[in-house]
DNA sequence: GTCTATACGAAGATAGAC
DNA sequence: GTCTATCTTCGTATAGAC
């Protein structure tokens, strides 16, 4: 059994801290070490393919924590507590950095050009947390298609305002964004049957 | 009067191709010399505070010329057109870079930490996006409240929709926002009337 | 496994000739 | 204005000692 919490995993959770702060390019091998505390000479002792798979799998990391977060939240099939969840976990990011960190699945995305493994990684997740949202409206009724629209909208809605708000420097898009996805889920799950006569 | 194709507006105009392709840091000014023909003596007799000032520069561009698009696609009033034609612009550029390139103006939201004025401008942009967009829905009947909600949801999502097809090399995550956009839209801006009693 | 030292290249920026 | 040459810094990656 292995210790979670060992020198490579710690410079893969600090990779995806500052590749969510600074990007891919602009994370170095020595801000990762000076973040993790980890020994120089261990870099290529356990990522023998160097940055790129320090990258990969920080992207990986980085995905699955935001699928276990969403995956947790949806456990009551509530999608709209779900998605303020959700939301409320990337405000908190937002928040807690003074708006300087955003998503280290999106960094890797947009810098993934010179290592293609990364970018497959970043595709994952946003698959990954779109066929979670997916199922969770699924099982409350809504049709496999519509389902999966309303996933894609959800993930890049939140995605792009998680940008909006770092440009902006306010929660303001965040917020905004939450009271749509809200209300369009709302009217999604909840079948448009015209008023009853009253009681 | 100044033309506009000269050296210094094909340097701004090539660091905007580029920085969409690459992002911020992965641009060097060799790459905009190289791209644009420029003459290495003449990068600090343009832009004598470097590569901070070419980036704001580019960023400004590229805000501007997406603005002039959306700008042009809502002289009609027809906001469901303007979805359409400014989501048509975005898929054409992802294809015709094989899925290489995104935005110019969320690369430098995301890298911008090292100069807040390029980030500055990237905010600017957005934030006239969503004012073109919601001044749109307003005059077609649509709150201010909602109107603002609306466009900052259709700005977010347009752009996260973007890396979400960068990222899988599909311009899927497009069109499934497209189609919910544009039913959000049609509903808000046609007023809930409960069916007459016919003709 | 981890260390120090270093190779090697590329980046931004500057200086001085033309 | 534009050129070439160069300075300085910093990046990844490697070599060899411990």
Do not use: N
């Not at 708006?99 to 990684?121: H, I, K, Y």
């Not at 099982?139 to 909208?153: P, Q, W």
């Amino acid at each position: 059994m292995r210790v979670i919490t060992d020198a490579r995993d710690q410079m893969i959770r600090s990779a995806a801290t500052l590749i969510r702060e600074r990007g891919v390019e602009g994370t170095s091998f020595s801000d990762v070490l000076a973040h993790s505390g980890a020994p120089r000479g261990s870099i290529y002792h356990h990522f023998p393919r160097g940055k790129a798979q320090l990258v990969e799998e920080a992207t990986r990391y980085a995905g699955e924590v935001v699928a276990k977060g969403l995956a947790r939240a949806l456990d009551g099939d509530d999608p709209g507590a779900a998605l303020r969840a959700f939301i409320a976990t990337w405000e908190a990011v937002l928040r807690g950095s003074d708006f300087e960190a955003g998503c280290s699945v999106v960094a890797a995305t947009l810098e993934g050009d010179r290592s293609p493994a990364a970018r497959e990684q970043a595709a994952a997740a946003f698959a990954r947390w779109e066929e979670l949202y997916a199922g969770a409206l699924q099982r409350r009724g809504v049709v496999t298609d519509r389902a999966r629209s309303l996933a894609t909208l959800a993930v890049a809605a939140i995605e792009g305002a998680v940008v909006l708000a770092r440009a902006q420097r306010s929660a303001e898009p965040l917020r905004r964004v939450a009271r749509e996805l809200e209300e369009l889920t709302l009217t999604a799950v909840t079948p448009t049957t015209p008023p009853s006569g009253g009681p």
